[in-house]
């Protein structure tokens, strides 16, 4: 089962490291002239351009996230919750496979 686990974190980490690679355009700096570029095109680029960098800040958590669940993989630690050491609810792991904790220790710490 937990190559099952792992050939799917694999292939998200595979789907958003091709993703960074298309998106590192849009992060690029804008270029503030206003002869080659208008003011509004400009505010979009700058837009454009801090939404692909919170994109990219977000993608680069969720690989790390990856990296730590295929670690748990390896030792044997993967579906078991950080907080209370019991298994997590498969179904939480179809939607999320980086949890690390069940629905009810993950409540627990919302809640604080």
Known sequence: MNEEWRDR????RAELQSVAK???ASAAIVELDQTTVGRLSRM?????????KASGNR????L????AAL???DDGDYGCCFECDE???PKRLEFDPTAIHCIECA???EMS
């Open 22 to 24: 298309t998106g590192d």
């Open 87 to 89: 298994p997590i609810n």
């Open 44 to 52: 979009d680029a700058l837009q454009a351009q801090a939404m692909a």
């Open 107 to 109: 409540s627990k710490g």
């Open 9 to 12: 974190l694999l292939a998200l």
């Open 71 to 73: 670690k748990r993989i």
């Open 59 to 62: 993608r680069q958590a969720t």
């Open 64 to 67: 790390i996230k990856i990296t």
